[in-house]
């Protein structure tokens, strides 16, 4: 018996929940896997000094408007992709915590970057940020209106310190099913020129020195890939700047940006880095942040 994959999205019903929406839909026509939609249940705590309402009634309404939300939903997809199998479910606790469980069961994560209060992507400690930093799974954050676009490229980051393959082939992977090139930017300004002893080779070294190292790294890191995925067009950015800041650039341009939960300098058991964090935030399109099994 073959099992298909779930894509579980946020649902709350806020505009940023249905941009996500519509970008799994694509995801899942794509990829050929099952939708799940997912709303936690966000109940105000009573303050004791003023309670308006018996708490039950609050409960009572709040669960009635995630059900609204995921009614509206599950008829969304049934409009505009009927073919696709998907299932809805309320969960008797908040938003992150509800997701975080859903991610131990799916292939993939799909986020807005708003929702469950329109200011909440402004702090680490949202939803988005939140389900990012601590999923089981990939998650992707939606930036935008969810809306594909289609010629552009997909962009993925490389920090050329080993232990990327499955960033790598989730881009390579993302750009065949596609059709668009891929942009694999290499930020230079911080590359460590090491010997195998792990020593710094001669004399600080110029900045073209750093440029020719960084550019020889990315296409030894990128050359197994290329041989895999012959189709795929791809592109290289070999740029003097911080990562986050090289990849925003790019990501202007691109319909997704694809980066690992944590680059160079990473640890086992590390949960998210700098850099996928500041995209999460700022990044112009939808963000894949790829979880790496073996870390976690």
């Not at 995921?70 to 009927?82: D, F, G, I, N």
Request: proline letters at 6%; hydrophobic letters at 45%.
């Amino acid at each position: 018996m073959t099992i298909t994959p779930v894509v579980t999205v946020g649902i709350d019903g806020s505009d940023s929940a249905r941009a996500a929406l519509d970008w799994a839909m694509a995801y899942a026509r794509a990829h050929g896997t099952s939708l799940r939609l997912v709303n936690g249940l966000e109940v105000p705590e009573p303050s004791p000094a003023y309670v308006p309402y018996p708490l039950g009634d609050v409960r009572d309404a709040v669960e009635k408007e995630a059900r609204q939300a995921l009614e509206t939903a599950l008829a969304r997809v049934h409009a505009a992709a009927p073919d696709i199998e998907v299932t809805t479910s309320v969960v008797a606790h908040p938003p992150v915590p509800a997701l975080l469980e859903a991610s131990k069961h799916s292939a993939l994560l799909v986020v807005g970057c708003h929702g469950w209060g329109e200011f909440a992507s402004l702090f680490l400690g949202s939803v988005s940020a939140s389900v990012t930093a601590h999923a089981s799974c990939s998650v992707v954050v939606v930036r935008g209106s969810g809306a594909v676009r289609t010629a552009a490229p997909v962009v993925v980051g490389v920090h050329g310190g080993g232990g990327e393959d499955a960033t790598l082939e989730t881009a390579f992977d993302e750009a065949a099913r596609r059709r668009v090139p891929l942009v694999a930017v290499s930020a230079w300004s911080d590359v460590t020129l090491e010997n195998a002893a792990g020593t710094i080779v001669g004399a600080w070294p110029t900045w073209d020195r750093l440029r020719t190292e960084a550019g020889n790294r990315l296409e030894t890191t990128l050359g197994p890939w290329r041989a895999k995925y012959p189709t795929v067009h791809v592109g290289t950015v070999v740029a003097r700047d911080r990562p986050a800041a090289a990849l925003l650039d790019q990501a202007v341009e691109a319909q997704l940006l694809v980066v690992g939960s944590h680059g160079r300098g990473g640890f086992p058991g590390m949960r998210l880095g700098s850099v996928p964090r500041r995209l999460v935030h700022h990044a112009s399109c939808p963000v894949l942040v790829v979880r790496h099994a073996r870390n976690d």
